[in-house]
């Protein structure tokens, strides 16, 4: 069955950097395209970044684009996040998501920018 696995979440200084990883399994990374979101305390949850099957990026939202690159490794199954000059406003719970049907999620991953 689908299942994705989020990892890499940490507490980390403004400015540091973080790289998220979302391993699946039951499907191949390759033939769909694949989401970042991510959920702030008290807050709903927003598109982060999506990659198409194409490797082409999609979509990065503005809050992070400059900032924030989505990446995907065929050959492990595996989608990245990488997060640069972090701050408080990413304070988050990171989901990646398989769009498969109506969707998969995972069970997310904290990030945590404090000073």
């Known amino acids: 069955q689908v299942q994705l696995v989020e990892s890499g979440g940490d507490t980390v200084h403004p400015g540091g950097s973080l790289r998220l990883s979302c391993a699946a399994s039951?499907?191949?990374?390759?033939?769909?395209?694949m989401s970042w979101y991510r959920q702030p305390p008290g807050k709903e949850r927003e598109l982060v970044a999506r990659?198409?099957?194409?490797?082409?990026?999609?979509y990065i939202a503005d809050s992070v684009k400059g900032r924030f690159t989505i990446s995907r490794d065929n050959a492990k199954n595996t989608v990245y996040l990488q997060m640069n000059s972090l701050n408080s406003e990413d304070t988050a719970v990171y989901y990646c998501?398989?769009?498969?049907?109506?969707?998969?999620w995972g069970q997310g991953t904290q990030v945590t920018v404090s000073s």
């Open positions: 998501k398989a769009l498969i049907g109506p969707g998969y």
């Open positions: 039951g499907f191949s990374v390759s033939s769909y395209a």
């Open positions: 990659i198409s099957t194409s490797d082409g990026v999609t």
